[in-house]
């Protein structure tokens, strides 16, 4: 079964740092381009960041750029977003994805939540 | 980079009802489009993809149509596990941008 799960959300003070991660399972992960997609508490949904899947392309929102770094272990399976310098306004739950070209996202992870607060 | 203008924002309609939910690209994205599905409190799941391809397991009342900048969603007739928020995604290029969502609701 194809499957993702991401870990690594929860409460931080403004100006504080959280890594998130993604296992991914089920498919073949280095093959595949990944991204994170975040939700604020009764918002749309934003895109993040992506990540090619041998990890030598990244990809930001200008809302995080400079801020949250993407990145990815294929001998682990697992996809990463460090973020840095959290403000309030990225409290969110984030999702990972998993990017098939032509044709998007098919494969979505529950989410984590992030909550940046003092 | 290139919006996407999503409407109706939110709709009311009756089970059987025809719905129809529209998404404009700023510029022409070819047929880089997808449609998902969001229930609350649950992650995203696609409908169709390439404009117009039904994701295997989704019911076939389903569909999708268009290509450029016009595309659209049509739920041929409404059931009471429909009821949720719709949003377009745009693969077109980077950024990748959803629309602002269609929350369908029971009239």
């Known amino acids: 079964e194809v499957q993702l799960l991401e870990s690594g959300g929860g409460l931080v003070q403004p100006g504080g740092s959280l890594r998130l991660s993604c296992a991914a399972s089920g498919f073949t992960f280095n093959n595949y381009a990944m991204s994170w997609v975040r939700q604020a508490p009764g918002k749309g949904l934003e895109w993040v960041s992506a990540i090619s899947g041998s990890g030598g392309s990244t990809y930001y929102a200008d809302s995080v750029r400079g801020r949250f770094t993407i990145s990815r272990d294929n001998s682990k399976n697992t996809l990463y977003l460090q973020m840095n310098s959290l403000r309030a306004e990225d409290t969110a739950i984030f999702y990972c994805?998993?990017?098939?070209?032509?044709?998007?996202?098919?494969?979505w992870g529950q989410g984590t939540m992030v909550t940046v607060s003092s | 980079d290139i919006q996407m203008t999503q409407s109706p924002s939110s709709l009311s309609a009756s089970v059987g009802d025809r719905v129809t939910i529209t998404c404009r690209a700023s510029?022409?994205?070819?047929?880089?489009l997808g449609w998902y599905q969001q229930k609350p409190g649950k992650a995203p799941k696609r409908l169709i993809y390439?404009?117009?391809s039904l994701q295997s397991g989704v019911p076939s009342k389903f569909s999708g149509s268009g290509s450029g900048t016009e595309f659209t969603l049509t739920i041929s007739s409404l059931q009471p596990e429909d009821f949720a928020t719709y949003y377009c995604?745009?693969?077109?290029?980077?950024?990748?941008?959803f629309g602002g969502g269609t929350k369908v609701e029971i009239k």
């Open positions: 994805a998993k990017f098939v070209p032509g044709s998007a996202f098919d494969i």
């Open positions: 995604l745009q693969h077109n290029s980077y950024p990748l941008t």
């Open positions: 510029q022409g994205i070819r047929n880089d």
């Open positions: 390439a404009a117009s």
